[in-house]
Each structure stands twice: as structure tokens, then as C-alpha cells.
């Protein structure tokens, strides 16, 4: 169980992907990688667990890239975390992906699931 | 180097990192779960701490200037932390960059001397050559003066001409007389070289018209070294030969043609083609554009064949156009020399890339583990790669640094070698940039290339294998490429020790030549007489006498005669003859022609063979005699004696030309030590009366001691008889002889220089490749101790490992000498290219010094202790 949903993150390490979601969790607030982590897992219902392998660099190449900004911040529990946050230029880059993903996936429908074909064969 | 910023964000990576792991670990044991058990949890769904920091500092990007940073630091510490590899790459290199460099500079200032002159590609040398003998147009540049009025009138196809030819000039009046090599040059002579004065104005066709007032250029040298670098010295007067000349201008440094000319005298040539005597005139044209030389050959030819005849002569049908590049003419040989040079330059560079490859195989061998345990770590194929190169590059960095510097101090070095007053404008010779960008581009690419190779076996080997398997077995691999890199670097250093033998060889038995004279105490002393002030064969046959009649005299000697050109002097005059009785002599056979005063055979110690010497009464009123040499005699009468048969220097020969052959001497070596000894013919000075047979006169003195010690008296002799003449030369016959042989001394030194550096460095790799196997297997050699073998079968064991290096290196090296020597032959004097005694010398030297080499690893192998070796294996 744990290798198949190890072998699913892998999966997610498609670039773009992994940058969406990250984008996309932001959207609801600053985070630290932790955080970050934590609320992906949740949110696919335990399906996406992130390797911090992968988030990690990710949010690094995603900070050089402008889309997102990171600050020094006390946790709870008083301790340094790295938060980060979506900059306007992410916002923007989020809406791209987004449209880029929902085409993506309704083609991706269309051929799982084709229409039943007109006329005669 | 250190980026405070960089290490700061590393901190940072770290801490967040850290941070991250914290947090689940409190998470789940908020969740109830042990704490020992979360962190382990935790840390196994977080992975390797470092892998996720390199890959995230990768993922960062753009840092490639603190990633540089990060592998400069790195490799300065891997290379400190190997000190005897990276003195002795380092110095393999900065040796071989240094030295080829070096040498190349030398060699290609010495022997190319890249002609000075604007564009001197387009320069070419013009003559008429005879058809039927080889033409040497070093010696000969011939296009007498009627014939170079007529083409200078005729010829369209060169943007430029001009003519010249050399003089030897008397300055006077500017501290002690002293005699300058000069030249007489046409208007346009400068001006097809692209010279022009750096002062003053140059020759204009006014100055070339008889009766117009005497002008003189002087040379940067004269001008600096006579006249005090006089601003002012255009417009003065200077007195040469006796006559004013006021000086027009001044020439750049450095220029000094033809033939190291210090000052230039406008050429007046008298258009009248039935003089007797024809200057024969150095003619230099600058080519238009488009023009080849080959149309230059045939419009020069043409105007030949149109041109006036000569005293009857068919000189068109004799003489054929030539056209040489300036360069060529200037250059002997160089190109042959160039290249064996460049070879041996070739060769040693070579040989050290191949050692330094060689040790970066070796070390290659030895970080295969941390190579691998790098790549697991997962420093990726790019990283590893990255970090080897920088590694190599920071090694080759250093080692050009060292190697640019040798360079500097080597060119000094070798020029000091070098003979004086060979090399021109010696000081001027800088570093050869093309040679050193040459070597240090064939020692970076052989760094880099040699240098990957532990990155690349360890990225391409599946990781498990090679961290399970220990360096021994793994090493074995490219012990097969160190072996051949060996066995190159023995064949490459035998066919340069093969080059250097020979060329020593060749240089020992010319300090060896039968000379035809004893030269041991004599001295020789050597005056121009100016045709101003000697007018006349009689003024220069008092000048003669008086001479000798003090140098005979002096304290310390016990004889002394004059020649018009001693032996092994610069010059010499060639001559055909005539027979008497309708016999011609064998076609194009020409003798040394020399005049000598009484007493000349025995000063000079030339064996009289037959006949008698000559005497005071061999004087102008005497019948004509004449004495030739053994070549001359066995040639001519062969098997009948010589003496008393009739000979003539004129071509049409009348009755009173006859000259009666008096004796037969020994033939002496006339010219150059490496040139044959050659057939001459001597007349007495008093039965001559050309000026151009008596105004270069050497005297040569016969000391019983010292003949140095002889010197000043010999000075202050002609001071006594003509205060105002300057001597040309003076100096001892060994002297003259050392200087002769100073050029092939001086490339024997050089090669030598060379070979023995090659050595070294074959030395330092076969004792590399040997130490380095028997580290290899140290656990096979205590094994076999272990099992009772003694020293000597140890040490037998890696001396066999010698011999199966050196001897393929040997056979394939001599294979290689023989073909490469044969470039050496014509370099060569007296030795054949294939001499066996050199080859066997030679073969046996590399042989003892691999032995050697390989001596110290065997030591240290046949003490292995068999307990410890067992472990390190293991």
C-alpha cells in the first residue's frame, strides 16, 4: 500500500503538476513546505503524498521563478519555519495551469470515455 | 573563496529542512505514537536529509557562480589531500608546457627569423642561374648589373624592384677605424621592402647619377652606437673609405639587409654591357597584385632572351630565370630544422601528456569508491562530471601558471646556449603565444578527457557493483590503457634519445675532420683594404710586405704569410681553368682560387706533397707559377705527376697566361667543417693583380706559445704600417673553428637538452605504473609470501612486469627512430641515420633507466608483510 502511493507521488513529479497543486493549495493561504505537504495529503484524500525530495526543490524553483515569495516565520510552537506565499506573477501562472490542466483533462476524458458514434460504422 | 550569501542560504535549506522534519515528528507523537518510533518514521517518509538539499541547492539554479565556487573549493581540497599526485602532474605539465614552449620559441626565432618587412609574403628574390649545376641562391644572387638596367626598363609585372649588392666599408673618424658591412642600394631597393628611414629622407634616383655628392644611410645600431643617437646627425658628414659622405637619414632597428648591413650607399649601375667585371647584384621585387611568380619567372626569362649579348657569349642559352620567395633565400635549410625541432618539441609534449594521463587513470582507479558513494548520494552524472572537470581545469590552471613562467626563464636559458651573434635581434624574442596556447590546449584537453574518465566509469557501472566490490578488482580494467601510455612514453623518448645521439655523434666527429692544416697556434688577422686608398696591385703588395715583414718578427712567433681567403673563412673565390694542349677540364669543375705569400704551406701546416713551395722569386717579373691541391692533381693528370704541366685562369688563354704547376699540396677544408675538403689552386700574391684577388687579405701567424698572447702586437703591427685601416677580424683558428662548429653545437645541445627531459619523464611514468601495480597487489603478493616465496621471486615478479612495459615500448621505439631519423640525415655529418652503435647505446640506456624506475616499487614489494597485506586486501 505504501509503495503503490509511493510510486503515485513519483508520478506526480511531472513537472507543471506538482507546480499546480502547489500553486493551487497557496491559494488558500501562506504555508511552510510542512504545512504544505500536509494539506496536499489531505486534500487528495491521503491519494498524493509528496516526496519532500520533489516539494522541496520545487518550491525552491518555484521562489527563483517569482511565482511564489518565502519569509521566516514563527510557528505555534515557536520554532523558525520558511513560509511561503503566491506573488501576483503565481497568481497569474496558477490561472494558466489551470486552463492548460482542464484542457488536458477534458481531452483526456473524451478519450476515456468516447462518444457513442453517429450514423453507420 | 568563500560566498558568505551561499553558505547562508545553505543554512537556511538546512534549518527549514530540519524544521520540516521536527514538525512530523511532533505530529505524530501528538498522534499518540512512540517518539522513538515517530522519529524513525518520519525520517524514512523524509528520505536522505543530504540528497534532498543537493537536489533542492541543484533545483535553485542559477548559481552556477557559487556552484563553481562550491567545486573550486572542493577540488583544491581533493587535490591537497593527494600532495604526490598533484606535485608530480603538476609539474609533469607546467614542465611540459613550460619546456615545449620554450623550445619551440627558440627554435623558431633561430631558424624561421619571420623576414621584418611589411606584407614580405609578396617579396621575391630575381637571378639568372646557370641550367646545368644545382643553384644555390643563398651564395650566388646573380644578375649582373646590364642585365638588371635592361629588366628594370622592361619589366611591368612587379609593383616594386630594386637591386643591391654588399660592400665592406671603412668609417673613420668616429673613434677607433672600423670596418662596416654595408650595402650600395637602388632608389627603389628600400621601397620594395617597405622600409622607409626613421629620419632623414631615403635614396631618390638623383643620388644615383655619377658626379652627384656621396649620401649615406646609417643603420639604428651605427647611429646609436658611433654617433651617441645624435638627433642631428642628418646633414653631417661621416668619412668612409676615406670620402665624405653626408648622411641622408637613418633606418629602423632591426633592419639590416643584405647581410647585416649597417649602412647604404646608393647603387650606381653603369648600363654598359662590355665591362669586364659585371657586378653581380642581389635583386629583390615586391609582386603586384594578382601577379604570380611564375609569370615574374617568365617575363624575366623573356627579357633575357631579348637582351643584349654579352662578349660573345651565349649567356641566354646558359642562364635560366629564376624566382624564389625573399623568404626562402633567407632561410637555409630552416624548414628541415623546423620540423625535426618541432618534432622533438612534439615528442616531449606528448610524452608528458601521457604521463600526466597516465596518473589521472591511477587516480581515477582510487576514487572509484568515491565516485560511487558520491553518485548514491545522488550527486548526479552532470554534477560528478562537472566537479572532475573543474578539478583538472584548477590542476591545469596552476600548472600553466608554473609552465608560462619556465617558459620565460627557459627562452633566456636556451638563448644563452645559443651562439653569439646568431640569433638576430635577440632581445626581442618574446614567448612564442601561438606555442604556448598550442601546449596548453593539448595539456587541457588531455586533463579533461583523462580527467572525466572516473565519472563517467562511475556513473555507467551499476552503483551496487561497484560499492560492493573493492578497488582491487575493479582497477584491473584500464591497467591496459596505462600499459600502453607506458609503452608509448618508452617509444616516443627512444626516437628523440636516437635523434640526440646521432646529432652528437655528428657534431663529435666534425670537431674530428681532417682540416689539411694544423690549427693548434696559429692566428689569424684579417684586413679590406679599400679600393680608395689602394688603388693599385702595387700599394697593396707593399701593404703586404710591410706587414709581414713585422709580423714575422714579433716575440712569440716563428712564421707568418698571407691568403686572400684563410680557411674556413667567410668568403671564397671559385673558378674555372684551362689546359694546356686543347684538353678542357671536366665541365663545371671549379677550384678554390687563392693567392698566397712564400711560407704560407708551412705556417699554415699544409703538407707539400710534391714539387716545391713558393718562393721570393716567384715575383711578377718571374715566369707564372702555380701550386694545386691533391683533388686538383688526381683529377686532372690522374696517374702522371702534375708538376710542370701548364695551366691558365683566362679563358682565351695567350702566350704569356701559361702558368707552370710547381707543386702539389694537401687539400684543406676551405670553407665549412661539415662541407668536403675541396680541390684548390694557389698562385703568388706578387704574379697577381686583380684588386678583388688582393683587398681581403687574412695573415695567419704561427705562435710557439699562446697565439692569443700574440694579438696586441698584431694589432699594434698594422696600426705601424696604416693607422687608418680597421681590421675586419682577428682572432685564433680554434677560435674560428669553435665558431664554425657553434650552429650544430648549439641544435646537438639543444636536442640533448630535450632527450634527457624525456627520459626523466619516461622514467617517472614507468615508475609510476609499476608502483601503482604493486600497490595493486599487495594482497597477491602476500599471498604468495604467505605460501613461501621468497624476495627474489617477488622481485622478479615485478621486474617482469617491467619488461613486458618496456620492451614492446623499445621495439616499436626503434621501429619509430628509424623511420624519424632518416629527416636527420641531411642535418647529419659523417654518421649514418641508422648508426647501430647510437641505437644500441640508446636501447640500453631507456633500458637500465626503466630498470631503475621500476627497482624502487620491487624493493618495497619484496617486503611486503604477508599479515598486512592479507587485511588491506581483504
Same mark, same amino acid.
Given at each position: 500500500?505504501?509503495?503503490?502511493?509511493?510510486?503515485?507521488?513519483?508520478?506526480?513529479?511531472?513537472?507543471?503538476?506538482?507546480?499546480?497543486?502547489?500553486?493551487?493549495?497557496?491559494?488558500?493561504?501562506?504555508?511552510?513546505?510542512?504545512?504544505?505537504?500536509?494539506?496536499?495529503?489531505?486534500?487528495?484524500?491521503?491519494?498524493?503524498?509528496?516526496?519532500?525530495?520533489?516539494?522541496?526543490?520545487?518550491?525552491?524553483?518555484?521562489?527563483?521563478?517569482?511565482?511564489?515569495?518565502?519569509?521566516?516565520?514563527?510557528?505555534?510552537?515557536?520554532?523558525?519555519?520558511?513560509?511561503?506565499?503566491?506573488?501576483?506573477?503565481?497568481?497569474?501562472?496558477?490561472?494558466?495551469?489551470?486552463?492548460?490542466?482542464?484542457?488536458?483533462?477534458?481531452?483526456?476524458?473524451?478519450?476515456?470515455?468516447?462518444?457513442?458514434?453517429?450514423?453507420?460504422? | 573563496?568563500?560566498?558568505?550569501?551561499?553558505?547562508?542560504?545553505?543554512?537556511?535549506?538546512?534549518?527549514?529542512?530540519?524544521?520540516?522534519?521536527?514538525?512530523?515528528?511532533?505530529?505524530?507523537?501528538?498522534?499518540?505514537?512512540?517518539?522513538?518510533?515517530?522519529?524513525?518514521?518520519?525520517?524514512?517518509?523524509?528520505?536522505?536529509?543530504?540528497?534532498?538539499?543537493?537536489?533542492?541547492?541543484?533545483?535553485?539554479?542559477?548559481?552556477?557562480?557559487?556552484?563553481l565556487?562550491?567545486d573550486v573549493?572542493?577540488g583544491?581540497?581533493t587535490l591537497?589531500?593527494?600532495?604526490?599526485f598533484t606535485?608530480v602532474a603538476g609539474l609533469t605539465l607546467a614542465l611540459g608546457i613550460g619546456a615545449t614552449t620554450a623550445m619551440f620559441t627558440?627554435?623558431?626565432?633561430?631558424?624561421?627569423?619571420?623576414?621584418?618587412?611589411?606584407?614580405?609574403?609578396?617579396?621575391?628574390?630575381?637571378?639568372?642561374?646557370?641550367?646545368?649545376?644545382?643553384?644555390?641562391?643563398?651564395?650566388?644572387?646573380?644578375?649582373?648589373?646590364?642585365?638588371?638596367?635592361?629588366?628594370?626598363?622592361?619589366?611591368?609585372?612587379? %609593383?616594386?624592384?630594386?637591386?643591391?649588392?654588399?660592400?665592406?666599408?671603412?668609417?673613420?673618424?668616429?673613434?677607433?677605424?672600423?670596418?662596416?658591412?654595408?650595402?650600395?642600394?637602388?632608389?627603389?631597393?628600400?621601397?620594395?621592402?617597405?622600409?622607409?628611414?626613421?629620419?632623414?629622407?631615403?635614396?631618390?634616383?638623383?643620388?644615383?647619377?655619377?658626379?652627384?655628392?656621396?649620401?649615406?644611410?646609417?643603420?639604428?645600431?651605427?647611429?646609436?652606437?658611433?654617433?651617441?643617437?645624435?638627433?642631428?646627425?642628418?646633414?653631417?658628414?661621416?668619412?668612409?673609405?676615406?670620402?665624405?659622405?653626408?648622411?641622408?637619414?637613418?633606418?629602423?632597428?632591426?633592419?639590416?639587409?643584405?647581410?647585416?648591413?649597417?649602412?647604404?650607399?646608393?647603387?650606381?649601375?653603369?648600363?654598359?654591357?662590355?665591362?669586364?667585371?659585371?657586378?653581380?647584384?642581389?635583386?629583390?621585387?615586391?609582386?603586384?597584385?594578382?601577379?604570380?611568380?611564375?609569370?615574374?619567372?617568365?617575363?624575366?626569362?623573356?627579357?633575357?632572351?631579348?637582351?643584349?649579348?654579352?662578349?660573345?657569349?651565349?649567356?641566354?642559352?646558359?642562364?635560366?630565370?629564376?624566382?624564389?620567395?625573399?623568404?626562402?633565400?633567407?632561410?637555409?635549410?630552416?624548414?628541415?630544422?623546423?620540423?625535426?625541432?618541432a618534432g622533438a618539441v612534439g615528442l616531449v609534449l606528448l610524452i608528458s601528456c601521457a604521463n600526466v594521463a597516465n596518473l589521472l587513470l591511477m587516480r581515477a582507479t582510487?576514487r572509484?569508491?568515491?565516485m560511487?558513494?558520491?553518485?548514491?548520494?545522488?550527486?548526479?552524472r552532470r554534477r560528478l562530471m562537472r566537479q572532475l572537470v573543474t578539478e583538472s581545469a584548477i590542476l591545469w590552471l596552476a600548472s600553466g601558471a608554473i609552465g608560462a613562467?619556465l617558459a620565460?626563464?627557459?627562452?633566456? %636559458?636556451?638563448?644563452?646556449?645559443?651562439?653569439?651573434?646568431?640569433?638576430?635581434? *635577440?632581445?626581442?624574442?618574446?614567448v612564442d603565444t601561438t606555442a604556448l596556447a598550442f601546449a596548453l590546449g593539448v595539456s587541457l584537453v588531455t586533463g579533461v578527457v583523462f580527467g572525466l574518465a572516473p565519472a563517467l566509469r562511475a556513473t555507467r557501472?551499476?552503483?551496487?557493483?561497484?560499492?560492493?566490490?573493492?578497488?582491487?578488482?575493479?582497477?584491473?580494467?584500464d591497467?591496459g590503457v596505462r600499459g600502453v601510455l607506458v609503452v608509448a612514453e618508452?617509444a616516443l623518448a627512444?626516437?628523440l634519445?636516437?635523434?640526440?645521439?646521432?646529432?652528437?655523434?655528428?657534431?663529435?666527429?666534425?670537431?674530428?675532420?681532417?682540416?689539411?692544416?694544423?690549427?693548434?697556434?696559429?692566428?689569424?688577422?684579417?684586413?679590406?683594404?679599400?679600393?680608395?686608398?689602394?688603388?693599385? #696591385?702595387?700599394?697593396?703588395? /707593399?701593404?703586404?710586405?710591410?706587414?709581414?715583414?713585422?709580423?714575422?718578427?714579433?716575440?712569440?712567433?716563428?712564421?707568418?704569410? #698571407?691568403?686572400?681567403?684563410?680557411?674556413?673563412?667567410?668568403?671564397?673565390?671559385?673558378?674555372?681553368?684551362?689546359?694546356?694542349?686543347?684538353?678542357?677540364?671536366?665541365?663545371?669543375?671549379?677550384?678554390?682560387?687563392?693567392?698566397?705569400?712564400?711560407?704560407?704551406?708551412?705556417?699554415?701546416?699544409?703538407?707539400?706533397?710534391?714539387?716545391?713551395?713558393?718562393?721570393?722569386?716567384?715575383?711578377?717579373?718571374?715566369?707564372?707559377?702555380?701550386?694545386?691541391?691533391?683533388?686538383?692533381?688526381?683529377?686532372?693528370?690522374?696517374?702522371?705527376?702534375?708538376?710542370?704541366?701548364?695551366?691558365?685562369?683566362?679563358?682565351?688563354?695567350?702566350?704569356?697566361?701559361?702558368?707552370?704547376?710547381?707543386?702539389?699540396?694537401?687539400?684543406?677544408?676551405?670553407?665549412?667543417?661539415?662541407?668536403?675538403?675541396?680541390?684548390?689552386?694557389?698562385?703568388?700574391?706578387?704574379?697577381?693583380? *686583380?684588386?678583388?684577388?688582393?683587398?681581403?687579405?687574412?695573415?695567419?701567424?704561427?705562435?710557439?706559445?699562446?697565439?692569443?698572447?700574440?694579438?696586441?702586437?698584431?694589432?699594434? /703591427?698594422?696600426?705601424?704600417?696604416?693607422?687608418?685601416?680597421?681590421?675586419?677580424?682577428?682572432?685564433?683558428?680554434?677560435?674560428?673553428?669553435?665558431?664554425?662548429?657553434?650552429?650544430?653545437?648549439?641544435?646537438?645541445?639543444?636536442?640533448?637538452?630535450?632527450?634527457?627531459f624525456a627520459?626523466?619523464l619516461a622514467?617517472i611514468g614507468?615508475?609510476g605504473v609499476?608502483?601503482?601495480?604493486?600497490?595493486?597487489?599487495?594482497?597477491?603478493?602476500?599471498?604468495?609470501?604467505?605460501?613461501?616465496?621468497?624476495?627474489?621471486?617477488?622481485?622478479?615478479?615485478?621486474?617482469?612486469?617491467?619488461?613486458?612495459?618496456?620492451?614492446?615500448?623499445?621495439?616499436?621505439?626503434?621501429?619509430?627512430?628509424?623511420?624519424?631519423?632518416?629527416?636527420?640525415?641531411?642535418?647529419?655529418?659523417?654518421?649514418?641515420?641508422?648508426?647501430?652503435?647510437?641505437?644500441?647505446?640508446?636501447?640500453?640506456?631507456?633500458?637500465?633507466?626503466?630498470?631503475?624506475?621500476?627497482?624502487?616499487?620491487?624493493?618495497?614489494?619484496?617486503?611486503?608483510?604477508?599479515?598486512?597485506?592479507?587485511?588491506?586486501?581483504?
Amino acid at each position: 500500500m505504501a509503495k503503490e502511493q509511493r510510486g503515485l507521488s513519483r508520478i506526480e513529479l511531472l513537472q507543471g503538476t506538482l507546480d499546480l497543486i502547489i500553486l493551487q493549495t497557496l491559494r488558500w493561504g501562506p504555508r511552510h513546505g510542512y504545512g504544505l505537504a500536509q494539506m496536499i495529503r489531505a486534500n487528495s484524500r491521503e491519494a498524493l503524498q509528496v516526496d519532500t525530495g520533489s516539494l522541496y526543490p520545487a518550491l525552491h524553483r518555484l521562489e527563483r521563478s517569482g511565482a511564489i515569495a518565502a519569509d521566516w516565520e514563527l510557528s505555534e510552537n515557536r520554532q523558525r519555519v520558511r513560509v511561503y506565499r503566491l506573488t501576483p506573477a503565481g497568481r497569474k501562472q496558477l490561472a494558466a495551469e489551470r486552463s492548460r490542466w482542464d484542457q488536458l483533462s477534458e481531452a483526456i476524458a473524451g478519450i476515456l470515455a468516447p462518444p457513442a458514434p453517429e450514423g453507420e460504422a | 573563496m568563500t560566498f558568505p550569501w551561499s553558505r547562508r542560504r545553505d543554512r537556511e535549506l538546512d534549518e527549514e529542512l530540519r524544521a520540516h522534519l521536527r514538525m512530523a515528528v511532533e505530529e505524530r507523537v501528538a498522534r499518540g505514537e512512540r517518539r522513538e518510533d515517530a522519529e524513525l518514521a518520519a525520517r524514512r517518509e523524509f528520505g536522505n536529509l543530504g540528497v534532498v538539499q543537493e537536489v533542492t541547492r541543484e533545483m535553485r539554479g542559477g548559481g552556477w557562480l557559487e556552484r563553481l565556487a562550491q567545486d573550486v573549493r572542493y577540488g583544491v581540497r581533493t587535490l591537497r589531500r593527494s600532495p604526490a599526485f598533484t606535485i608530480v602532474a603538476g609539474l609533469t605539465l607546467a614542465l611540459g608546457i613550460g619546456a615545449t614552449t620554450a623550445m619551440f620559441t627558440v627554435v623558431h626565432a633561430v631558424l624561421l627569423r619571420p623576414l621584418p618587412y611589411p606584407q614580405a609574403d609578396r617579396l621575391v628574390r630575381l637571378a639568372y642561374g646557370p641550367q646545368t649545376s644545382a643553384f644555390d641562391f643563398i651564395s650566388a644572387p646573380a644578375i649582373a648589373d646590364h642585365q638588371w638596367v635592361e629588366y628594370r626598363r622592361r619589366q611591368r609585372l612587379l %609593383a616594386r624592384v630594386g637591386a643591391s649588392k654588399t660592400l665592406l666599408t671603412t668609417l673613420t673618424g668616429a673613434g677607433d677605424p672600423v670596418q662596416l658591412p654595408g650595402a650600395a642600394v637602388t632608389a627603389g631597393f628600400l621601397e620594395t621592402l617597405g622600409i622607409r628611414p626613421t629620419m632623414g629622407r631615403a635614396f631618390s634616383v638623383d643620388d644615383e647619377t655619377p658626379g652627384a655628392p656621396p649620401v649615406v644611410l646609417l643603420g639604428d645600431a651605427l647611429w646609436r652606437g658611433r654617433f651617441g643617437s645624435n638627433a642631428r646627425i642628418v646633414g653631417s658628414d661621416v668619412v668612409l673609405d676615406g670620402i665624405r659622405h653626408i648622411v641622408i637619414g637613418v633606418l629602423p632597428a632591426g633592419f639590416s639587409y643584405p647581410s647585416d648591413a649597417q649602412l647604404w650607399e646608393p647603387l650606381v649601375v653603369k648600363a654598359s654591357p662590355n665591362m669586364s667585371i659585371s657586378w653581380l647584384l642581389t635583386v629583390v621585387g615586391r609582386l603586384g597584385d594578382g601577379v604570380t611568380p611564375a609569370q615574374v619567372t617568365a617575363e624575366l626569362a623573356s627579357i633575357a632572351r631579348a637582351g643584349p649579348r654579352r662578349g660573345g657569349e651565349a649567356e641566354r642559352d646558359t642562364l635560366v630565370a629564376r624566382v624564389v620567395p625573399l623568404k626562402d633565400t633567407i632561410v637555409k635549410d630552416a624548414t628541415l630544422s623546423l620540423l625535426v625541432f618541432a618534432g622533438a618539441v612534439g615528442l616531449v609534449l606528448l610524452i608528458s601528456c601521457a604521463n600526466v594521463a597516465n596518473l589521472l587513470l591511477m587516480r581515477a582507479t582510487s576514487r572509484q569508491r568515491e565516485m560511487a558513494v558520491r553518485a548514491a548520494l545522488g550527486a548526479g552524472r552532470r554534477r560528478l562530471m562537472r566537479q572532475l572537470v573543474t578539478e583538472s581545469a584548477i590542476l591545469w590552471l596552476a600548472s600553466g601558471a608554473i609552465g608560462a613562467v619556465l617558459a620565460v626563464a627557459g627562452v633566456r %636559458a636556451l638563448l644563452a646556449l645559443a651562439p653569439p651573434g646568431r640569433i638576430p635581434r *635577440q632581445d626581442e624574442i618574446g614567448v612564442d603565444t601561438t606555442a604556448l596556447a598550442f601546449a596548453l590546449g593539448v595539456s587541457l584537453v588531455t586533463g579533461v578527457v583523462f580527467g572525466l574518465a572516473p565519472a563517467l566509469r562511475a556513473t555507467r557501472s551499476p552503483l551496487r557493483e561497484s560499492l560492493a566490490a573493492s578497488s582491487r578488482n575493479l582497477s584491473t580494467r584500464d591497467g591496459g590503457v596505462r600499459g600502453v601510455l607506458v609503452v608509448a612514453e618508452v617509444a616516443l623518448a627512444l626516437i628523440l634519445l636516437a635523434g640526440a645521439g646521432l646529432m652528437a655523434q655528428s657534431f663529435l666527429r666534425m670537431r674530428h675532420v681532417e682540416l689539411g692544416f694544423r690549427p693548434a697556434g696559429l692566428v689569424t688577422m684579417t684586413v679590406d683594404l679599400p679600393a680608395t686608398t689602394y688603388r693599385s #696591385a702595387t700599394a697593396m703588395h /707593399a701593404f703586404n710586405q710591410a706587414m709581414l715583414e713585422r709580423l714575422a718578427h714579433m716575440p712569440g712567433a716563428t712564421s707568418a704569410a #698571407a691568403v686572400n681567403y684563410s680557411p674556413l673563412g667567410t668568403s671564397l673565390i671559385r673558378g674555372d681553368f684551362q689546359l694546356e694542349g686543347g684538353r678542357k677540364p671536366p665541365r663545371d669543375y671549379v677550384v678554390a682560387k687563392l693567392v698566397v705569400t712564400p711560407g704560407y704551406f708551412p705556417t699554415m701546416g699544409i703538407r707539400l706533397l710534391a714539387g716545391r713551395e713558393f718562393a721570393a722569386g716567384d715575383a711578377a717579373s718571374a715566369p707564372g707559377v702555380v701550386i694545386v691541391s691533391k683533388l686538383v692533381a688526381d683529377r686532372i693528370w690522374p696517374g702522371e705527376s702534375a708538376v710542370g704541366k701548364r695551366v691558365s685562369m683566362r679563358d682565351r688563354p695567350g702566350a704569356g697566361d701559361w702558368l707552370t704547376v710547381i707543386g702539389v699540396v694537401d687539400d684543406v677544408t676551405q670553407k665549412r667543417l661539415d662541407e668536403n675538403r675541396e680541390p684548390a689552386m694557389y698562385q703568388p700574391t706578387l704574379q697577381t693583380s *686583380q684588386a678583388f684577388f688582393l683587398n681581403h687579405m687574412s695573415f695567419v701567424v704561427r705562435a710557439t706559445g699562446d697565439p692569443r698572447s700574440l694579438i696586441p702586437a698584431m694589432r699594434r /703591427a698594422l696600426k705601424e704600417v696604416d693607422a687608418n685601416q680597421a681590421i675586419s677580424s682577428i682572432r685564433t683558428m680554434d677560435d674560428t673553428i669553435l665558431e664554425t662548429v657553434a650552429e650544430p653545437l648549439f641544435q646537438a645541445r639543444l636536442i640533448g637538452a630535450f632527450s634527457v627531459f624525456a627520459l626523466l619523464l619516461a622514467g617517472i611514468g614507468i615508475y609510476g605504473v609499476i608502483a601503482y601495480s604493486v600497490a595493486e597487489r599487495t594482497h597477491e603478493i602476500g599471498i604468495r609470501v604467505a605460501l613461501g616465496a621468497g624476495r627474489g621471486n617477488v622481485v622478479r615478479l615485478v621486474l617482469w612486469r617491467i619488461l613486458i612495459l618496456v620492451i614492446p615500448g623499445l621495439v616499436i621505439g626503434v621501429a619509430g627512430a628509424l623511420a624519424a631519423t632518416r629527416l636527420l640525415s641531411t642535418l647529419l655529418f659523417a654518421v649514418k641515420p641508422n648508426d647501430p652503435t647510437t641505437f644500441a647505446a640508446v636501447v640500453l640506456l631507456l633500458a637500465c633507466v626503466a630498470f631503475v624506475a621500476g627497482l624502487l616499487p620491487a624493493r618495497r614489494a619484496s617486503r611486503v608483510d604477508p599479515l598486512v597485506a592479507l587485511r588491506v586486501g581483504g
